[in-house]
T-cell receptor, first 113, second 116 residues
Framework: ELKVEQNPLFLSMQEGKNYTIYCNYS?????LYWYRQDPGKSLESLFV?????AVKQEGRLMASLDTKARLSTLHITAAVHDLSATYFC?????????????FGQGTTLQVKP | DSGVTQTPKHLITATGQRVTLRCSPR?????VYWYQQSLDQGLQFLIQ???????AKGNILERFSAQQFPDLHSELNLSSLELGDSALYFC???????????????FGAGSRLTVL
């Protein structure tokens, strides 16, 4: 069974600091997705990583993928309050004919002024 | 607005009752996915339809059923409701059903179900 694990599950940080969220998955896959969810809201797609070594950046967020280690990271640079949200990584099984995504538990990020 | 429409947004009902949640996918998307989000279980995949046919099944209870209609909208039916069914139910859609390349799911705003 495909499992996706994130850590930490909760992160409280000061504005201006850097931090990394880790996403480990249990089976072979080379498609990794990051989503953001604001409290009580829907999920918004942030990044799609499609190959080993892929790196994507948007503003203060940078995501990377290491398929050999089955690990993706979401790095936050100089955090600001607007980044406070829950971040999910998700994986679909390689060669799957469904496209369904299996999500991690989510990491709730709280950025304090 | 993501383009995925879910109704109703909120629903309060009693144990033992039956409810239907509706989802209209984004224009052009053939796949519809249903997810359940609760505090203790996280975001759980329930079921997927692709162009009217069931494509994948996840942790969906026997009391729950779904279908996708010819116009591609989907309905999730929840029956014999229990307190533990209280959750946020998301519908998502995508163009493909699992082919190569990215398969980004676009999520609706969700239907919040409260069972009293």
């Amino acid at each position: 069974e495909l499992k996706v694990e994130q850590n930490p599950l909760f992160l409280s940080m000061q504005e201006g600091k850097n931090y990394t969220i880790y996403c480990n998955y249990s089976t072979t896959s080379d498609r990794l997705y990051w989503y953001r969810q604001d409290p009580g809201k829907s999920l918004e797609s942030l990044f799609v990583l499609l190959s080993n070594g892929a790196v994507k950046q948007e503003g203060r967020l940078m995501a990377s993928l290491d398929t050999k280690a089955r690990l993706s990271t979401l790095h936050i640079t100089a955090a600001v309050h607007d980044l406070s949200a829950t971040y999910f990584c998700a994986v679909d099984r390689l060669y799957s004919n469904t496209g369904k995504l299996i999500f991690g538990q989510g990491t709730t990020l709280q950025v304090k002024p | 607005d993501s383009g995925v429409t879910q109704t109703p947004k909120h629903l309060i009902t009693a144990t033992g009752q039956r409810v239907t949640l509706r989802c209209s996918p984004r224009s052009g998307d053939l796949s519809v996915y249903w997810y359940q989000q609760s505090l203790d279980q996280g975001l759980q995949f329930l079921i997927q339809y692709y162009n009217g046919e069931e494509r994948a099944k996840g942790n969906i209870l026997e009391r729950f059923s779904a279908q996708q209609f010819p116009d591609l909208h989907s309905e999730l039916n929840l029956s014999s409701l229990e307190l533990g069914d209280s959750a946020l139910y998301f519908c998502a859609s995508s163009v493909a059903g699992g082919t190569s390349g990215a398969n980004v799911l676009t999520f609706g705003a969700g239907s919040r179900l409260t069972v009293l």
